[in-house]
């Protein structure tokens, strides 16, 4: 299969998850496929619905804009690096870099890897005083010693 093509795919497969369609999203994986993600690792379609659904649940409202080299795509496997931009069911905005690692089998999905810093994320969407000095307090001593 052509590098456009695989490359269309990833993009049709992330507008689908974005939109919280969990049958379309599905329909891009392989029956075996498995989707490895900060939240856990879930294998064969069934697995991932119940993952899927409950992103479209908790973040019904979901972006992928490029960044970095985009997409990229090697025989089987590509790379898509982007900015992952959601918004959760409480209304709380969040971005954050992301990279996505995929393997395909006759078109389909078959492996499909997510990394972000959930970090990031958390410390975004903390609420209250506690939790932001939580966050703060843990990315400073990661830091310490850089500035």
Same mark, same amino acid.
């Given at each position: 299969?052509?590098?456009?093509?695989? $490359?269309?795919?990833?993009?049709?497969?992330?507008?689908?998850?974005?939109?919280?369609?969990?049958?379309?999203?599905?329909?891009?994986?392989?029956?075996?496929?498995?989707?490895?993600?900060?939240?856990?690792?879930?294998?064969?379609?069934?697995?991932?619905?119940?993952?899927?659904?409950?992103?479209?649940?908790?973040?019904?409202?979901?972006?992928?804009?490029?960044? $970095?080299?985009?997409?990229?795509?090697?025989?089987?496997?590509?790379?898509?690096?982007?900015?992952?931009?959601?918004?959760?069911?409480?209304?709380?905005?969040?971005?954050?870099?992301?990279?996505?690692?995929?393997?395909?089998?006759? $078109?389909?999905?078959?492996?499909?890897?997510?990394?972000?810093?959930?970090?990031?994320?958390?410390?975004?969407?903390?609420?209250?005083?506690?939790?932001?000095?939580?966050?703060?307090?843990?990315?400073?001593?990661?830091?310490? $010693?850089?500035?």
């Amino acid at each position: 299969m052509s590098e456009e093509k695989l $490359g269309s795919i990833i993009r049709d497969f992330a507008e689908a998850f974005g939109e919280g369609d969990v049958e379309k999203t599905l329909s891009f994986l392989t029956e075996d496929a498995v989707w490895v993600t900060p939240e856990g690792t879930f294998k064969g379609k069934e697995e991932i619905r119940r993952f899927v659904t409950w992103a479209a649940q908790t973040s019904p409202h979901k972006k992928f804009s490029d960044a $970095g080299i985009g997409i990229m795509v090697s025989g089987n496997r590509a790379v898509h690096e982007h900015i992952f931009e959601a918004v959760n069911s409480q209304g709380m905005r969040f971005e954050t870099p992301a990279i996505c690692v995929y393997e395909f089998s006759d $078109g389909k999905i078959q492996h499909h890897r997510a990394l972000l810093d959930r970090l990031s994320v958390c410390e975004q969407v903390a609420s209250g005083w506690i939790e932001k000095q939580v966050f703060r307090s843990i990315v400073n001593s990661w830091e310490k $010693g850089l500035n």
